[in-house]
C-alpha cells in the first residue's frame, strides 16, 4: 500500500512506529504521537516457516522504509503488537504457537535493529487500544474489544490503560466456556467460545454437518467437505444458504452468550468486534445483538453499545504505536 502524501504538517509532526504482528500479515505503518490517521502503512505476509529471526528482518526493513518518509529525528520509538503470552517486562514473546515461536527476545531484536526504544503488547489488546484511541470506542471509559479470526483474542481497556491481570492473561475472551461438556478447544479445556465461533471452528462445524447430511450448496462448492473455509460458510450465508445461516446464526449466538457474560462482569460502554468472521456483518451482528438483549441486565444491556471495528486493518498498529505513547507518556 501506497503511503499518502506527506504534508508540511505530516513533517513538524513527532511520530510513533507501530508493528501488528499477525500469524497471517504483518502491518507496520506511523501514527502521530498526538493520534491521528497512521501513514506510510505497508503489509507482508508472516513467513512464520522461515523462521523468527526472518520475520523480524522482515519487520525491521518494512520499519526503516515507513521511518525514511518522516526522517528518523521524527521517530519517538516503536509499538509493537505479538501473539501472547508475552513477558512483558523482558520484552520475550514466551509462546506463539500459530508462529512456532519460543522464548523470542522479540524487544531485543527489533530494538538492536532500529536504534530506537521498543514497547510490546500483546495482540489483542493492540486491538482493542487501537479502537479505543482512534476508532469505534473512542474515549470510552470502559471498552472491550473482541477479534473473531483465526483465534479469538479479546483485550479490556479501562480508564484509558489496557487492563492486563495478574499476569498479563486477562481479556482472554475465547476462552470462556459457553458449555463445561462442550466442544474441545485447542487450549484443553472444553466449550470455549473459540471451539465455535473461530475461523477454523466454523469450518470444522459447518463440514460436520455437511458430513452428517446437512443439505448446502457448501458441499458442492466446496468440492470436499474439508475445503469448507468460514469465509465460504458466510459467503453461503448472505446468498441466502439456509444451511449456512444457521451455522452463522449458532456462531453469532454463541458469542452473544460470551459478550452478555462480559457485560454482567464489567458493565462496559462500548465491545468492540473485529477480524476476519466480523466481516459477516449484520449476518453475525443482528442475532448476536438479539442474544445479548435476550440475557444481560436491560440497564447494562442499553448502556452496551455493541459495534464493528473502525480501523480492521490498522487497529493493531495503531494501538501497538499508542502502547509506546502509554509506556513512555503515562497516557495517550
Ligand atoms: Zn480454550
Not at 501472547?84 to 514466551?94: A, C, E, K, Q, T
Not at 489496557?162 to 466442544?183: K, L, T
Not at 475461523?199 to 462445524?205: D, L, M, Q, T, V
Amino acid at each position: 500500500m501506497a503511503a499518502p502524501q506527506m504534508t508540511e504538517r505530516h513533517a513538524r509532526t513527532r511520530w510513533i512506529a507501530g508493528v501488528d504482528i499477525g500469524g497471517t500479515n504483518l502491518r507496520v505503518g506511523l501514527v502521530p504521537f498526538a493520534g491521528g490517521p497512521p501513514v506510510a502503512v505497508s503489509s507482508a505476509p508472516t513467513r512464520a516457516a522461515h523462521g523468527p529471526a526472518a520475520v523480524v528482518e522482515e519487520v525491521a526493513s518494512m520499519l526503516r522504509a515507513a521511518i525514511a518518509e518522516v526522517g528518523r529525528a521524527n521517530v519517538a520509538g516503536v509499538g509493537v503488537g505479538a501473539p501472547g503470552p508475552l513477558d512483558r517486562s523482558r520484552g520475550v514473546v514466551i509462546e506463539t504457537p500459530n508462529l512456532g515461536w519460543r522464548d523470542i527476545p522479540l524487544v531485543d531484536m527489533i530494538a538492536s535493529r532500529i536504534g530506537l526504544p521498543v514497547a510490546l503488547d500483546n495482540d489483542a489488546n493492540c486491538f482493542a487500544f487501537g479502537e479505543w484511541w482512534l476508532g469505534a470506542g473512542r474515549g470510552a471509559e470502559r471498552l472491550i474489544g473482541v477479534t473473531l479470526g483465526t483465534g479469538i483474542g479479546g483485550g479490556i481497556i479501562l480508564g484509558g490503560a489496557p487492563y492486563r491481570g495478574a499476569s498479563d492473561a486477562a481479556g482472554e475472551v475465547g476462552h470462556m466456556s459457553v458449555d463445561y461438556s462442550g466442544r474441545r478447544c485447542a487450549c484443553g479445556s472444553r466449550g470455549c467460545v473459540e471451539a465455535y465461533a473461530s475461523g477454523s471452528a466454523i469450518a470444522a462445524r459447518a463440514a460436520e454437518g455437511i458430513a452428517r447430511g446437512a443439505d448446502s450448496t457448501l458441499a458442492t462448492a466446496a468440492g470436499d467437505p474439508a475445503g469448507i473455509t468460514a469465509e465460504a460458510v458466510c459467503r453461503a450465508a448472505a446468498a441466502g444458504d439456509r444451511y449456512a445461516m444457521l451455522i452463522v446464526d449458532e456462531t453469532a449466538r454463541v458469542i452473544g452468550v460470551a459478550i452478555s457474560d462480559l457485560i454482567h462482569l464489567l458493565n462496559p460502554d462500548v465491545i468492540v468486534i473485529g477480524g476476519g468472521v466480523a466481516g459477516a456483518g449484520e449476518l453475525l451482528f443482528a442475532p448476536l445483538r438479539d442474544e445479548v438483549e435476550q440475557r444481560a441486565f436491560r440497564s447494562a444491556a442499553r448502556a452496551c453499545r455493541i459495534v464493528p471495528a473502525e480501523l480492521p486493518a490498522t487497529a493493531g498498529l495503531v494501538g501497538a504505536a499508542g502502547v509506546f505513547r502509554l509506556t513512555v507518556h503515562g497516557n495517550v
